[in-house]
């Protein structure tokens, strides 16, 4: 693996696909642990977390369901701190077992808006959140994340579904950015 260029920025190779798929699957056996005897849906946030789970749901190997809802609280490298809902949950999920998926946590503003728009306004029977990154130096809250793929550095990350200002997300490989860039504009 190379590093790469997009747009203003070097990213330097960090996890592999193959390394990312043992990840995936050990969440997705995790998963089915618990819900072995359950059909959950599985709500995907979009955009990023399209590679994660289409794998996700590849390594499942029980009965599931699938929904989606979009939210936004990037801009180019830093969160916001406000989250947006872009898009509607596509699927009545009223006294269903849900798992929320996202690409990953980082502060866990979003996440946790998340977790009470669900609670809240769509009445499941239960939630659980399935990350496949977490960045623990950055994430404060006490809200669990019942399951966590790979705790990394807090560094931003590109590829495997994750973009930088909408570029990169198609890479099959995780990209870390290069040392000492974090904060560079
Ligand atoms: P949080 O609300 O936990 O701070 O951020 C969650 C969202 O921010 C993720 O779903 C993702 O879209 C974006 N995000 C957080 N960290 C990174 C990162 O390192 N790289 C990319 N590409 N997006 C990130």
Redesign the pocket.
Known sequence: MNSIKVHDKTFVPYLKDEELQEVVKKVALDIYEDYKDEVPVFVG?L???IMFFADLLRHYPGECELAFLQ????SG?E?T?I?YKKMDLTKEVKDRHIILV???????????SLFEYFKNTQRPKSVKVASL?L?PE??KKDFKIDYVGKEIPN????GYG???DEL?RNLRDLYQ?EEGKINEK
């Open positions: 946030v955009n990023g977390v939210v936004s609280s990037y490298t969160s701190g989250v996202e690409d990953i946590v980082d502060t866990g503003n979003t996440i946790e990154l960045k950055v994430y560094k931003f990350v590109l994750l973009d930088y990169g950015l």
